[in-house]
């Protein structure tokens, strides 16, 4: 309601200002086929709008949810296939730089295409202490490719196991490019603006047609039923959007908390929760 606040003051001022109209000028503007083929053509390309949306919205979960599953199997792999005389702190290494490729991943998804992604503070304080000063998501797939190679040029890999670090690098790469791709190509601005404006229409002269029944409660009808349309367009929107809006968005900061909690602990700052609404990014 706070976000579509102006747009629901405007329907109900033109809804106000459209009251003297009377029954004759409201038939004049409002012949029987043309509120039909409206409402069909409405609701045509709204129930498109909603299916391409959550669909959108889909996809961005089954890849967050890959990627939960991936560092999973980064974590065993390393615990499996590394000897034990590999260092602690190279493993953990290994462990920290999935865990701050998630969260680089969260901040650029959330962030505008046209600045840098802004990390939280625990975040930066972990990629300082792995050498990053401007880290990114691609930054540290590179990364993670040079140290698997360094690992099979000391002996601590063979080709097999390897090929098996990559595999799991290369799903954590295919999942993370499904997402940009989510990021960076929204439905096309020309339907956005198409379906939008086709539901003020509607929505318009279904209160117009039910003010010129005349009854006050016919008013009240239609001025509601205007600002629902309103409203169900602006939620298909959000939902194509999952990674921005706090109330539509997928709860990407639970998905990083969970990956840096599997793979480094319960007593690492990034799987504690936040004390302000579970978000490391505000």
């Known amino acids: 309601m706070r976000r579509q606040g102006r747009s629901l003051l405007l329907a109900t001022l033109l809804c106000i200002l459209s009251l003297p109209l009377n029954a004759t000028v409201a038939r004049t503007l409002l012949p029987e086929t043309l509120v039909q083929v409206l409402g069909l053509l409405l609701s045509i390309f709204l129930g498109f709008r909603y299916s391409q949306a959550y669909n959108r919205w889909w996809e961005a979960r089954v890849l967050w949810g890959a990627l939960v599953n991936e560092s999973r199997n980064w974590r065993d792999l390393l615990t499996r296939v590394l000897p034990s005389q590999l260092p602690l702190s190279l493993r953990r290494r290994l462990l920290q730089q999935v865990v701050l490729l998630m969260w680089c991943l969260n901040a650029e998804l959330r962030g505008s295409d046209r600045e840098a992604a802004v990390l939280a503070p625990q975040t930066h304080e972990l990629a300082l202490k792995l050498g990053f000063k401007n880290p990114s998501a691609q930054l540290l797939l590179q990364q993670m490719a040079k140290e698997q190679f360094k690992l099979h040029q000391d002996g601590w890999l063979d080709s097999v196991e390897s090929r098996e670090f990559g595999r799991v690098q290369q799903e954590i790469a295919n999942a993370l490019g499904g ?17 939008r404006a086709l539901t003020w229409v509607y929505g318009y002269l279904v209160f117009l047609k039910l003010d010129a029944i005349g009854p006050t409660t016919s008013v009240l009808v239609g001025w509601l039923v205007f600002l629902v349309f309103l409203m169900a367009e602006r939620i298909g929107t959000f939902l194509e959007h999952p990674f921005v809006d706090a109330r539509f968005a997928l709860p990407m900061d639970r998905f990083c908390a969970l990956i840096s909690l599997d793979l480094l602990g319960a007593s690492d700052p990034l799987a504690q929760p936040h004390p302000t609404k579970g978000s490391w990014l505000r």
């Open 179 to 195: 997402l940009e791709r989510i990021r960076h190509q929204p439905l096309p601005a020309s339907s956005t603006f198409f379906i």
